[in-house]
């Protein structure tokens, strides 16, 4: 019997693997010539552009699931120390990282910092069911009294979930968040690297690629691994109601990096993020840079001119003189970075259409994890809940 796996980012991959590696005989098809999806990497000119700023969660499915199947490139964790900046009204705090450097943070008051230091250690403390049953707005309705502290905790909440949006789980955000104090790791080469560790070790397990090829009808044993309305139209069926939530995103490769750049800043007042990516990984030639500046969109769709004038003012605040040093720019105003917030009902599992010998995978799929680590985590899933039927 052959299973067809429809979709060739990380969820189809993973789940073709994980059928490959039981001994199944796989057939993946992706509709565009490249594989990779969202994970996808522009090489321009020697400069590598994810789509958008990407970064590898250490506690999370995908670093898991590669350093257990031998085929994690390489890359490096960024550390947040000098040049990485809080920015409100204007103007760069050094970046308060945790408790301890709370103590000289320059943008709240000695009360504010008894709440904040209280706050931070709630969000990172990963203890069993805290928030449970509450939106994440309604969790920081109750824990917090202080504007400025409730921004401080919605700027890490942001850069942990990628999700500026209120109805989220706040369990779900707080073990994220926890997850995310083990650090990061930029990708050498970008997100395409994994992407190929991933499709070199399909094909040496005999899967069949087949990029260019749309499928247009469903067969059976199939794992699903497109976007919902997609999947509802291959599969004839009707999902519940999901929320994307989006980004918009300034991605520059620089011939040099201005003298003053920052390496790393978030928005406190403006749902805003800066990361120089090439200060970590090879991205690019000797001499050059690449930054990834974001907009926290929520479930909210972009005013494109609008969101770009505000991304290149914030990286006028970060990197003055950045404008003379582009390379190569490119804006991408509404980026999905899930097909699925996760909400106080969770998201449908792999299961969900309740067709025999049909699953689905992606990142808005399944119990376990967000982004990159719930497209792995329910590619696994839905591989492991196939076979077990058949
Ligand atoms: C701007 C941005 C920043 C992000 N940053 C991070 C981050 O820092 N950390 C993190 O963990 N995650 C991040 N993510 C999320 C991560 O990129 C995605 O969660 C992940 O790549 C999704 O993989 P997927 O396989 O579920 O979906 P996709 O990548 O969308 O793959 C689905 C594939 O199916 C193909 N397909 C669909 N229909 C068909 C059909 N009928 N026939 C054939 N092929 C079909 C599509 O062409 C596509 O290639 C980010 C995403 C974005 C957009």
Redesign the pocket.
């Known amino acids: 019997m052959t299973h067809t796996v429809?979709?060739?980012?990380?969820?189809?991959l993973t789940a073709a693997l994980e059928l490959a590696r039981s001994g199944a005989k796989v057939r993946l098809?992706?509709?565009?010539h490249e594989l990779?999806?969202?994970?996808m990497t522009t090489v321009k000119d020697g400069f590598s552009l994810n789509?958008?700023?990407?970064?590898?969660?250490l506690n999370?499915a995908?670093h898991r699931t590669l350093t257990e199947w031998g085929i994690l490139p390489s890359g490096t964790r960024p550390i947040l120390k000098a040049g990485s900046y809080m920015v409100t009204g204007g103007v760069k705090h050094p970046m308060v990282r945790d408790v301890a450097s709370l103590a000289t943070c320059g943008f709240l008051s000695v009360l504010e910092k008894i709440e904040a230091g209280r706050m931070l250690t709630k969000l990172t403390g990963g203890a069993v069911g805290i928030g449970a049953g509450l939106t994440i707005a309604q969790w920081l309705d109750r824990e917090v009294s202080s504007v400025a502290v409730r921004r401080f905790a919605e700027t890490l909440i942001r850069v942990s979930t990628?999700c500026d949006a209120s109805e989220q789980s706040a369990e779900a955000a707080l073990q994220q968040i926890h997850m995310a104090t083990g650090g990061v790791m930029y990708l050498d080469g970008g997100w395409q690297s994994m992407v190929r560790s991933l499709a070199d070790y399909a094909r040496s397990l005999s899967v069949t690629i087949e990029t260019g090829?749309?499928?247009k009808a469903m067969e059976p044993n199939t794992i699903l691994?497109?976007?919902p309305p997609?999947v509802e139209q291959?599969s004839g069926k009707k999902l519940p109601k999901l929320t994307p939530i989006r980004?918009a995103?300034l991605d520059l490769a620089l011939d040099r990096l201005p003298e003053d750049a920052a390496i790393f800043g978030l928005g406190l007042d403006e749902p805003l993020y800066y990361s120089l990516h090439s200060r970590w990984a090879k991205l690019g030639p000797d001499g050059g840079a690449v930054v990834h500046v974001g907009k926290y969109m929520g479930s909210r769709v972009s005013d494109a001119a609008a969101e770009r004038a505000q991304l290149e003012h914030f990286a006028d605040l970060l990197m003055p003189g950045w404008r003379k040093h582009v390379h190569y720019a490119r804006f991408l105003p509404e980026?999905?970075?899930?097909h699925a917030v996760m909400g106080l009902d969770g998201r449908p599992d792999v299961d969900a259409l309740g067709i025999p010998g049909v699953r689905i995978a992606?990142?808005w799929v399944g119990p376990e994890g967000m982004?990159?680590?719930?497209?792995v985590a329910s590619g696994r899933r839905a591989a492991q809940s196939i076979q077990r039927e058949a």
């Open positions: 429809i979709g060739g980012g990380l969820a189809g098809i992706e509709q565009h990779g999806g969202r994970a789509l958008g700023p990407h970064a590898l969660y999370g995908t990628y090829t749309q499928a691994t497109g976007i997609e291959l980004l995103a980026m999905h970075v899930t992606g990142d982004l990159a680590d719930a497209a």
